[in-house]
């Protein structure tokens, strides 16, 4: 089981990683737009993945933390800064999956999977926020980008 839990988790993170990578400079200082038309005083796509980051740290638990970059609340780090957090956290969350399943743990008397489902779905929910900050600010991300995140999910493995 843990290996299919995992492969989940490592296709998740592929498809950060592959949006990380693919986000034309300017992107990363983009915001969602208001009904206004005007920019929102959101936080920026940086700022999201590193929120993203954040609620990682929160909830792999704290024997998975050494060693995990932090970063100060508003803080909005680079594209490089931002992947290999992204990649760290990744990493502890698969150290906390494993945990989860090899003493079948449970969080707030739920099954500990669950926790597999929040990340997923919080951090799906921030890339659609991501792309439509990137697409009402003019900021085109390659095709690649936008279309190719669904396609790492049914690629054969080498």
């Known amino acids: 089981m843990i290996e299919g839990v995992l492969e989940i988790w490592r296709v998740h993170e592929e498809i950060n990683q592959f949006l990380l990578k693919n986000i034309p400079d300017a992107g ?3 915001v969602p737009l208001l009904k ?6 959101g936080r920026t796509v940086s700022k999201v993945f590193a929120h993203m980051h954040g609620v990682r740290v929160a909830h792999v638990g704290r024997d998975f933390l ?3 970059p932090r970063f100060e609340t508003g803080a909005a780090p680079s594209r490089v800064e931002l992947m290999k957090a992204m990649q760290a956290s990744g990493h502890a969350v698969e150290g906390r999956l494993t945990r989860i399943v090899e003493r079948n743990e449970r969080i707030k008397d739920r099954p500990g999977l669950i926790l597999l489902g929040y990340l997923v779905s919080h ?4 890339r659609g926020q991501i792309l439509l900050a990137l697409k009402q600010s003019g900021v085109r991300a390659p095709d690649a980008a936008r279309f190719g995140i669904w396609e790492h999910w049914f690629r054969f493995k080498l």
């Open 28 to 30: 990363f200082q983009a």
């Open 36 to 41: 206004t038309g005007q920019p929102s005083t």
């Open 66 to 68: 050494k060693g995990l």
């Open 123 to 126: 951090e799906s929910h921030h």
